[in-house]
C-alpha cells in the first residue's frame, strides 16, 4: 500500500518546546512544596499529559490533589506556557521545510500529549497550521499516551476530513519517545523516531530512527509500507 498519511507528534519533533514545559511544571510544583528535576521529568513525566502528570506527581509525593486543583494547575501551566512562548519561535531547525515537504505529498496531522489549543497557538504564531489536515491534541481522547487513542482518533478524523477510509497500517507516525512510540504501534501505525529528546539507542520500537526532523526522507518513509 502506498503511504496515506504522516501523523506527527508536536513537542519534540516539531516544537523544541519540552524544556520550556519542563520549567512550567518545575514551578507550578514548586509552588506547592515539591521539587522536580530535569532527570525526573524526562525520564517519569514525560509521557503524560499535563493532567496526567500532575497526577503522577502528586502520586509520587504522596499528595492528594483533587481533580479540581489539578484543573487548575493545567490551567496556570497553559499560562506560564503561553507567556514563555510570546516571543520566541519554537521550532526546531528544519522543522518548518520539513513539514511543507510532508504536506506537498500526502494528507499530514497531529497527535500529541499537548492541549489542542496550546499547539495550534503555535502553529499559528509559525504560520504553519494550515499545512495540517488533523490536530488531536490532549483534550480530545480519554487515554492519553502510551495508550493507542490519539493516534486511532487522529486515523480516524484523517479519515472524515479526505474522505477516504483509512487504515492505521497506512499510515506513519513520528516520535520522539518510546511512549508515542507504543502508543503508535499500539494503534497499528509503523514508526519513525527522531532523536531530538532522547538518543537513537534508546528508541528502539521505532521501525527507524533520524537524528534531526531536518532529516525527514519521504522516499524512505515510503519503504516501510512496501510489502
Not at 19 to 40: N, S
Not at 111 to 127: D, F, K, M, P
Not at 167 to 181: F, K, M, N, R, T
Request: aromatic share 8%; charged share 20%; with cysteine.
Amino acid at each position: 500500500m502506498p503511504l496515506a498519511a504522516i501523523i506527527f507528534d508536536f513537542d519534540g519533533v516539531i516544537a523544541n518546546s519540552e524544556p520550556l514545559h519542563f520549567g512550567a511544571f518545575r514551578d507550578e510544583v514548586a509552588a506547592r512544596g515539591i521539587a522536580l528535576t530535569e532527570t525526573a521529568y524526562y525520564t517519569r513525566y514525560l509521557g503524560f499529559d499535563d493532567a496526567g502528570a500532575f497526577r503522577a506527581i502528586a502520586t509520587d509525593h504522596a499528595q492528594q490533589w483533587s481533580d479540581r486543583e489539578i484543573a487548575a494547575m493545567v490551567a496556570s501551566k497553559a499560562q506560564r506556557i503561553d507567556a514563555l512562548e510570546a516571543h520566541m519561535s519554537v521550532l526546531f531547525p528544519g522543522a518548518a521545510a520539513a513539514i511543507r515537504r510532508a504536506a506537498a505529498t500526502v494528507p499530514i496531522g497531529i497527535a500529541s500529549g499537548a492541549l489542542t489549543a496550546e499547539i495550534v497557538r503555535t502553529l499559528t504564531r509559525e504560520q504553519m497550521v494550515q499545512y495540517f489536515t488533523v490536530i488531536v491534541g490532549a483534550d480530545q481522547t480519554a487515554a492519553s499516551k502510551p495508550a493507542p487513542d490519539p493516534y486511532l482518533r487522529a486515523v480516524e478524523r484523517m479519515s472524515l476530513a479526505i474522505h477516504s477510509s483509512l487504515q492505521p497500517s497506512d499510515c506513519v507516525a513520528i516520535e520522539d519517545s518510546h511512549w508515542g512510540l507504543e502508543s503508535a504501534r499500539r494503534a497499528g501505525l509503523r514508526t519513525i523516531g527522531v532523536a531530538h529528546t532522547y538518543d537513537a539507542e534508546s528508541l528502539t520500537g521505532a521501525d527507524f530512527v533520524i537524528q534531526r526532523i531536518e532529516d525527514l526522507d519521504l522516499d524512505r518513509i515510503s519503504t516501510l509500507l512496501t510489502p
